[in-house]
């Protein structure tokens, strides 16, 4: 048996220490599980609490508890881009300010849509003919923590959609089993989990194109998922004064990496980086759990089938609430430092990434370009990138 160490009182130390870090990343990640299940959870900050319930998994239990629990009736918060489908976007309506202007977007809900199906209509626009014919929400002032709240459905990765109720912090809440996590913490999440990233195993895996390339697994404090650096040769000993390493920051792509999916070039850069890396002899390529530019796969999938009806890439991911890129590339620059590589020459087109890194701390001391050609599919997604996100073509 081993003997738990004391517990530090200081509360100081308690609220601001190391400890308080990987107890705030455990609770949001807690948090997001349960919106995950459609469960409720309460949501701290500034002296307010709100029940809140995620839009596409709640069921008529959790609609049950916010409407016995709430204050005042439950509203519907949308992030504003999927607001502007039912809210009219410039326009001030009633003295409130403009949906673009909105952290977060409130909605009535009278009891045709406060029910389950109708709430994934409304949470999602790939969802067809979930919504009573004829009715549409009315816009209100959003509550207090509706964009922390909006912040807490996306770490989960579901759609940036939620039925909230302010509720009294009564003891009595305490009987209904509800996790509680604070807006500051859920808003801290993301340079928490990346600051807390730890080396937890390390194997050779020799692979075709690089017979001497090893994989380093990195995992954060909340529990989640790792990250992966793919090593070839020895990047962490490129001479001081000499070329720094190559260095690939790619974003998980189930469908590229894995499937061969033409909707996309990710395949192509994954393989081609690896093997240019091995003809420099060196390189590290940092391969981050951010699927669909960090919306997650599901999402991804959403933004296809929005593709499909004529949205390019970036409205696409707008139309379900999300921004047109949510990666976190801090997670890339923590595990670069700990492997002793601290400067780079970045395979990118995406202009972004290069001063991501640099703000993060890495000297970025060149771009390689990385393009490959258009392959008869992903010619309107290529084009989107250069056009919309500013991707250098040479
Ligand atoms: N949301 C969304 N994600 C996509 C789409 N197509 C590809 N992705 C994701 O985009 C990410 C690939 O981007 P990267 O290749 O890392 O980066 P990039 O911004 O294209 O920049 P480069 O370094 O030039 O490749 C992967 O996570 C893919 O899953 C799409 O249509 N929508
Ligand atoms: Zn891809």
Known sequence: MTIPAPLDTDPVAAATGPDSVALGLRAVHRAASELRR??????????????????????????????????????????????????????????LRPVAEEAAVAFRLPPPLFEPTALRGLADPTAEGLLPEGTRPDRLAPPALAGAALALAKLGRLLPALVAAPVRDAPGLLRHDLLSVEAAQVLAYPASAAASLRKVAEAAVPLEAAPDARIVAFRAADGGIEHLAILVGRPEDALAGGAAPLARMHSECFTGDLLGSLRCDCGPQLQGSIRRMAAEGAGVLIYLAQEGRGIGLVNKLRAYALQDGGLDTL??????????????FLVAATMLQQLGIERVRLLTNNPDKLAALAACGIAVEGRVQHSFAPNGVNDGYLETKARRFGHLLA
Do not use: I, Y
């Not at 918060?77 to 309506?93: D, E, G, H, I, K």
């Not at 409205?315 to 976190?328: I, K, T």
């Open 38 to 95: 459609g469960t409720p959870v309460l949501l701290r900050g500034g002296g307010e609490t709100m029940l809140v319930a995620a839009a596409e998994t709640v069921g008529a239990a959790g609609l049950s508890t916010l409407a016995a629990l709430g204050r005042s009736a439950p509203v519907l918060l949308l992030a504003p881009a999927r607001a502007a489908a039912f809210a009219p976007v410039v326009t001030p309506l009633h003295g």
């Open 315 to 328: 409205d696409a991911n707008r139309a379900l609430g999300w921004g047109a890129d949510e990666r976190n």
